[in-house]
């Protein structure tokens, strides 16, 4: 008589999960490792004194005022430079005569760096919060355009041509034509001007926090310019980098959720 052992068998949702810790548990170990030979009073972080910085900053709460600060300012940049983006890419993709015109102009601003208008952005709105704003909707404005332009000139002009033959107006063939068929191409457009959005409120919050002596701005970025420049506090650093990974890893996570539900023909 045989007897037959069940063995627990791991889903495949757990083997992702798996796949997706070993490699951070695996610097993890390697950090702690190469941090336990160094000298007792080094200024190194650890994984350990990270964590000891985090819970600290957290309980202060000075953690996620800067976070929410920072997040508070990425949405209202990212919201004008995607109205923006979509204004100006929707009339650049139906309107060649219009694109050949603005495109050049477009052309010359968008390899100018975020950080290049800074000290025009300050001269114009100070160190404050709408330097840093004038900083995330540039940077969120043109791969917004870009997208929209790109996918509003390849729907198939058949389909608006059918629909002004049945007498459909304008606004009508917008709505139901020419942006349900750009979508794909807006909600990528979307996502990659968050995630640079993101990316410059970190940079103005460091760039303007150091021009206003570290006191002006608040947000992640400026907390960081104040543990750099006056605490020297790399653990309260390394914190605030992990942070700012994190945050843009679920910000970019939600895009992918709101993709799928939003076009989902193509999943």
Known sequence: MSVTIDRPMVTSSGQALLRALALPVALLV?????????PVDTRAPS???TAEAFVRMSATGDLPLALLQSIGRVLSG??????????????MGTSPAFRRNIEPIVESFRPLA??????????????GTPA?????????FFPMLLSTAQGVSRVDRKLVQAARTMGVSRLRIAAKVIFPAALP????????????AWTAIIAAELA???KSGGGASGG?????????????????????????????LLIDRLFRLAEHHLIPWRH
């Not at 975020?114 to 160190?127: C, Q, S």
């Not at 191409?185 to 640079?196: E, I, K, T």
């Not at 970025?221 to 994190?246: A, L, P, R, T």
């Open 47 to 49: 994984p350990a004194s």
């Open 78 to 91: 990212f919201a004008i430079g995607l109205v923006l983006g979509t204004v100006l890419g929707t009339a």
């Open 220 to 248: 992640i970025g400026e907390m960081m310019f104040v543990f750099y420049s006056y605490s020297i506090d790399m653990n309260g650093i390394v914190v605030c980098m992990i942070v700012v990974g994190v945050v843009a």
């Open 132 to 140: 840093a704003l004038s900083l995330v909707g540039y940077a969120a």
């Open 185 to 196: 191409s807006m909600v990528l457009g979307a996502r990659l001007s968050m995630g640079v």
């Open 30 to 38: 390697v950090w702690q490792l190469w941090a336990l030979t160094l």
């Open 208 to 210: 303007v926090g150091a």
């Open 114 to 127: 975020p950080m290049a208008i800074l000290p025009i952005a300050i001269l114009w709105f100070g160190t």
